[in-house]
């Protein structure tokens, strides 16, 4: 019903908090007693790789097991693209036993091949982020931008997630890790995002395209190379926060906030905007715009009831929508800082229908910035 407030998300994920931790030591006592090393899964999600052979999913698993190694074993290609941001992979090399850190505190919801298909994840609302795509919802690098790695002046996008975790979400805070841990995981996070692309490219020449002959230098020169080129690019088209900051309106009077707060509103339900589409004019996620999808969800709706039904069986999560955020909960799952809802605004949300309202000049920083006012004070912490 419009306007009826919703059960707030941390009630929601509460109860399963409490099977998640129980389950998570089961399953630590579990995977430290196999004896046998979990392979990556291949990747056949989708209605294109309905129809794959045998001896096609042995010619992938072939190449991939040549070049990015094993989970117990990850290795990364010795060509040319033994660049730092991809060998530095590495680094969880000695880490991967069955106590090493990925398998010990993200597979049982992101999966040891980084699938978001782990052994908790059909239970979690949202389900944990599909890694294989080298898609991420919460950056500081613009729409079709890899993550920005950090600088020593700003921290990683992906290191801030693992730091700060994600509200009202099962993914945790992992503060309390080492730097040189963290540090690891934000790694082995973008070695699983480069494989997963390079098996997305493998699967759609060799299943779609019925290429048989691909040898793993084509791999290399075609697929791994210019997808690890991918990251180093996006470290040139972060939008730094001190920058960002230079435009913050004044805001240091109860009357110059009011105005900005003013100013924020007229452009949140502006045209150019249009944010209460979804989020609603009282800023409740209660807008017009209905059925939204995610990139990762978008695949499994079919054109009706009937086709999503079909589609279900060549996925490994069933389908999930998405809800436009509540402000007036005071959760942000991307960060509650000023900082972070600027992101939030001026780049979007990488992979959901969160347009970028910065980049493409429907907002101005300034205007951001009033919007930005205009959200928090909606929110139950905000000014």
Same mark, same amino acid.
């Given at each position: 019903?419009?306007?009826?407030?919703?059960?707030? &998300?941390? @009630?929601?994920?509460? %109860?399963? *908090?409490? $099977?998640?931790?129980?389950?998570? /030591?089961?399953?630590?006592?579990?995977? +430290?007693?196999?004896?046998?090393?979990?392979?990556?899964?291949?990747?056949?999600?989708?209605?294109?790789?309905?129809?794959?052979?045998?001896?096609?999913?042995?010619?992938?698993e072939?190449?991939?097991?040549?070049?990015?190694?094993?989970?117990?074993?990850?290795?990364?290609?010795?060509?040319?693209?033994?660049?730092?941001?991809?060998?530095?992979?590495?680094?969880? &090399?000695? @880490?991967?036993?069955? %106590?090493? *850190?990925? $398998?010990?505190?993200?597979?049982? /919801?992101?999966?040891?091949?980084?699938? +978001?298909?782990?052994?908790?994840?059909a239970?979690?609302y949202?389900?944990?982020?599909?890694?294989?795509?080298?898609?991420?919802k919460?950056?500081?690098?613009?729409?079709?931008?890899?993550?920005?790695?950090?600088?020593?002046?700003?921290?990683?996008?992906?290191?801030?997630?693992?730091?700060?975790?994600?509200?009202?979400?099962?993914?945790?805070?992992?503060?309390?890790?080492?730097?040189?841990?963290?540090?690891? *995981?934000?790694?082995?996070?973008?070695?699983?995002?480069?494989?997963?692309?390079?098996?997305?490219?493998?699967?759609?020449?060799?299943v779609?395209?019925?290429?048989?002959?691909?040898?793993r230098?084509?791999?290399?020169?075609?697929?791994?190379?210019?997808?690890?080129?991918?990251?180093?690019?996006?470290?040139?088209?972060?939008?730094?926060?001190?920058?960002?900051?230079?435009?913050?309106?004044?805001?240091?009077?109860?009357?110059?906030?009011?105005?900005?707060?003013?100013?924020?509103?007229?452009?949140?339900?502006?045209?150019?905007?249009?944010?209460?589409?979804?989020?609603?004019?009282?800023?409740?996620?209660?807008?017009?715009?209905?059925?939204?999808?995610?990139?990762?969800?978008?695949?499994?709706?079919?054109?009706?009831p009937?086709?999503?039904?079909?589609?279900?069986?060549?996925?490994?999560?069933?389908?999930?929508?998405?809800?436009?955020?509540?402000?007036?909960?005071?959760?942000?799952?991307?960060?509650?800082?000023?900082?972070?809802?600027?992101?939030?605004?001026?780049?979007?949300?990488?992979?959901?229908?969160?347009?970028?309202?910065?980049?493409?000049?429907?907002?101005?920083?300034?205007?951001?910035?009033?919007?930005?006012?205009?959200?928090?004070?909606?929110?139950?912490?905000?000014?």
């Open positions: 019903m419009k306007g009826r407030r919703r059960e707030p &998300d941390t @009630l929601r994920t509460s %109860t399963f *908090l409490v $099977r998640y931790s129980i389950f998570s /030591c089961l399953l630590a006592v579990l995977v +430290g007693c196999a004896a046998e090393e979990p392979p990556f899964r291949l990747n056949t999600e989708g209605p294109a790789l309905e129809e794959i052979s045998a001896a096609q999913s042995e010619l992938i072939s190449l991939m097991g040549r070049i990015f190694g094993t989970p117990d074993e990850p290795a990364v290609p010795d060509s040319e693209v033994r660049r730092p941001e991809v060998e530095a992979g590495l680094r969880v &090399d000695r @880490l991967q036993s069955a %106590t090493g *850190l990925y $398998r010990q505190h993200c597979a049982a /919801c992101h999966g040891i091949s980084g699938d +978001g298909s782990g052994p908790t994840a239970v979690q949202p389900y944990p982020r599909d890694l294989r795509r080298g898609l991420y919460y950056t500081s690098t613009d729409r079709g931008m890899k993550p920005f790695l950090g600088d020593g002046r700003q921290m990683g996008d992906l290191e801030r997630i693992v730091r700060n975790g994600i509200p009202a979400t099962a993914m945790p805070r992992f503060d309390r890790l080492a730097d040189a841990q963290i540090d690891a *995981l934000v790694e082995y996070v973008r070695y699983l995002s480069i494989r997963g692309e390079t098996e997305a490219w493998l699967l759609q020449e060799v779609v395209g019925d290429e048989l002959s691909i040898r230098s084509m791999v290399l020169e075609d697929a791994v190379e210019p997808t690890a080129s991918l990251w180093a690019i996006a470290q040139e088209m972060v939008l730094p926060a001190a920058a960002a900051e230079q435009h913050a309106p004044l805001s240091d009077t109860s009357e110059a906030l009011a105005a900005s707060i003013e100013r924020g509103y007229e452009h949140y339900s502006g045209k150019n905007a249009q944010c209460k589409l979804c989020h609603g004019l009282e800023g409740r996620g209660d807008g017009e715009q209905t059925e939204l999808y995610d990139e990762w969800n978008r695949p499994k709706k079919g054109a009706t009937e086709q999503t039904a079909r589609l279900a069986g060549r996925f490994l999560l069933p389908i999930q929508e998405l809800r436009p955020r509540d402000f007036t909960e005071g959760i942000f799952r991307g960060g509650d800082r000023p900082i972070d809802l600027y992101w939030r605004v001026y780049v979007g949300i990488k992979g959901t229908p969160m347009p970028s309202t910065g980049s493409d000049g429907a907002l101005t920083p300034e205007q951001i910035w009033d919007v930005v006012n205009y959200i928090r004070s909606r929110s139950d912490g905000g000014p």
